[in-house]
């Protein structure tokens, strides 16, 4: 999707081009990320007036400032690990259990019993804890994760419904798990259903609501239903934004169409995505047949997403904001992968070794997603703050 004339906003990274600079100084590859930008993702999702709770899917970013704000914000947690859930009760002791949502995969058995002993809500994924493991659901209130059998999202690797993906139990295998769940002696209080990550369509959630409340009827004892997360995040500057206000639109259909259930969604990027940048250092500018590379001191082990699912980034070279541009570079890191490319023939101006570059968009799972691979350091991470 192209974006109409409207000009383009100055993303917040153009307007802090001196502090960004001054963090790049502090040593590279340094994630920084702006706590203003999270506010204001975090207001125009409370936007969403239909929805009676709202979660962060921590995995994005778990950057304790970042949670810090959208606890105050108002938002609850959805965790997958014990190691997430631990984080989110390490940095708010006291937090309202019923904040937090536990909606893991393939846990072993340990990880529900910690997830219960805190009282967080629990998200089973398929029929196997209950059916392995019922005592620990007993005189439980429980979510459970459908697939309606398909995915949606930015990558196929990202989609997770449908036959070739993991999750969610089938709905034709509702009836039993129902039965399963009344011989434990467990209640099922939610319906869930995340279909992938990367969505535009607000339709998309119009369906999910719909397939979610059906299946809600066959039980009568749900009360709540979780549409997920997936918004997307245009990953360049003249492509569209998400349009919040058609998913208002949807949400408040649904509402209307079903008020006795509470509405509830957990996205990740959205809230992110834009407040995060990485920032590179050039270490090389090498031409060989034709191809001319800008090497930076960070490439798939800083971040995996070009990589793993051909992600792109905007990149600008913020010591030369500005510059007229000198044709067309692939930027490549500095891992022993031919893969271990940023970006392709992107137009940038004359890059020298030394000079920061900017990748944009890089604040949902970037950082977390890094590794050591090849034995180089993790990256460093920063937030600024008004
Ligand atoms: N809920 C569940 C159950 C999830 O598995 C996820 C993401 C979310 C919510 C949040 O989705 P979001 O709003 O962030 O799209 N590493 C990939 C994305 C993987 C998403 C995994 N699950 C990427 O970099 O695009």
């Known amino acids: 999707m192209q974006r109409g004339s409207s000009p383009r906003p100055q993303p917040w990274w153009a307007l802090r081009r001196e502090a960004l600079l001054a963090q790049a100084a502090l040593g590279t590859p340094r994630y920084v990320y702006d706590l203003a930008s999270v506010r204001e993702n975090a207001r125009a999702l409370r936007g969403l007036g239909a929805l009676d709770r709202r979660f962060y899917a921590i995995k994005a970013n778990p950057h304790p400032d970042i ?36 909606t893991p995969s393939f846990a072993a058995r340990a990880e529900y019993e910690a997830a219960l002993a805190r009282d967080v809500w629990v998200t089973l994924d398929s029929a196997y804890p209950l059916r392995h493991w019922p005592e620990l659901f007993r005189r439980r209130a429980l979510w459970l994760r459908l697939d309606p059998g398909y995915g949606r999202g930015h990558h196929e690797k990202v989609r997770t419904g449908g036959t070739g993906a993991k999750f969610g139990l089938p709905l034709d295998a509702l009836e039993e798990f129902a039965a399963e769940a009344a011989r434990a002696g467990a209640m099922i209080f939610g319906l869930h259903a995340h279909l992938g990550s990367g969505i535009f369509d607000a339709l998309h959630w119009r369906d999910v609501f719909a397939r979610l409340a059906a299946a809600a009827e066959t039980l009568g004892t749900v009360e709540a239903l979780n549409l997920g997360g997936g918004l997307g995040v245009a990953s360049e500057p003249e492509l569209d934004p998400f349009e919040m206000d058609a998913l208002a639109e949807v949400l408040a259909q649904a509402k209307a169409l079903c008020p006795q259930y509470a509405l509830w969604m957990e996205p990740g ?118």
């Open 67 to 102: 949670l810090r704000v959208l606890e105050e914000e108002g938002f609850g947690f959805e965790c997958v690990s014990a190691g997430e859930i631990g984080r989110v009760f390490s940095l708010f002791p006291k937090l309202d259990p019923t904040r937090v949502l536990f």
């Open 269 to 386: 990027r959205y809230l992110v995505a834009r407040a995060g940048v990485l920032l590179l250092r050039v270490t090389q500018v090498v031409e060989k047949s034709g191809v001319r590379r800008v090497g930076v001191d960070g490439g798939m082990n800083a971040l995996l997403r070009p990589a793993l699912y051909n992600a792109r980034h905007e990149v600008v070279n913020l010591s030369r904001l500005g510059e007229a541009d000198d044709g067309q570079f692939d930027v490549v890191g500095p891992i022993c992968e031919t893969g271990d490319v940023l970006a392709r023939r992107r137009r940038l101006p004359a890059s020298f070794e030394g000079d920061v570059l900017l990748v944009a968009t890089a604040g949902a799972y970037g950082a977390v997603m890094a590794s050591t691979y090849n034995l180089r350091d993790l990256p460093t991470e920063a937030v600024l703050d008004d």
